[in-house]
């Protein structure tokens, strides 16, 4: 077996363009699209009739909770498969940035649905309003902010949404960087970028 690591593989040679896994791929591509989802249901959630903002925060927290699960599996993957090597074109200060990049994305992710998940489980209706995955798979509250006496745990509710709301637009924001280097790269320095990381 090969040992882990995660750096990037050595510089491809010249012509031949280097790709992450099949695997990382389609890891990519299901976690953004279901963020892309979670944050249409989160902008939207107001615009739903009364009846059915319930099932719309429902669907929120299962995605939510299905993200966190996916991005873990994700980052054993990079550890166990070093991922391609950047271009030799790119900058020192752009291979830095795009490693910072990164590793604040993961940070993003996995402290989106967790901070989601604290706030939850410090819901005042929470025992009344079991939850459960797509309803269908239940899944647990964390018993530490649940069983809190009810003024504390009313503040802790109010405190980590303002913080999953922080997170929500620190991730809006660097999204929009990691696409906007991405297209730079891919259509003003020639780079195949985009091939890196697209379904064969």
């Given at each position: 077996m090969p040992p882990a690591t995660t750096g990037h593989a050595d510089t491809p040679p010249p012509g031949r363009m280097s790709r992450y896994t099949t695997t990382a791929i389609w890891l990519h591509w299901t976690i953004a699209l279901l963020l892309a989802a979670n944050i249409a249901?989160?902008?939207?959630?107001?615009?739903?009739?009364e009846s059915a903002v319930?099932?719309?925060?429902?669907?929120h927290k299962s995605i939510g909770i299905t993200v966190l699960g996916l991005v873990l599996l994700r980052i054993v993957w990079r550890w166990r498969h070093s991922p391609p090597?950047?271009?030799a074109t790119y900058a020192t200060w752009e291979r830095t940035a795009?490693?910072?990049?990164?590793?604040?994305?993961?940070?993003?992710?996995?402290a989106l649905p967790i901070s989601g998940w604290m706030h939850d489980s410090?819901?005042?209706d929470a025992s009344t309003h079991p939850m459960t995955l797509f309803g269908l798979v239940p899944w647990p509250r964390l018993g530490?902010?649940?069983?809190?006496?009810?003024a504390a745990k009313e503040a802790w509710h109010s405190r980590l949404f303002t913080l999953h709301a922080v997170l929500a637009y620190a991730l809006y924001a660097l999204?929009?960087?990691h696409v906007a280097g991405a297209l730079k790269h891919q259509w003003f320095d020639g780079e195949r970028e985009l091939q890196r990381m697209w379904p064969k």
């Open positions: 249901l989160a902008l939207t959630a107001d615009y739903f009739p319930r099932t719309v925060i429902d669907m090597a950047l271009p795009s490693h910072a990049a990164h590793i604040t994305l993961y940070a993003l992710i996995l410090a819901w005042k530490f902010l649940m069983n809190l006496p009810p999204f929009a960087l």
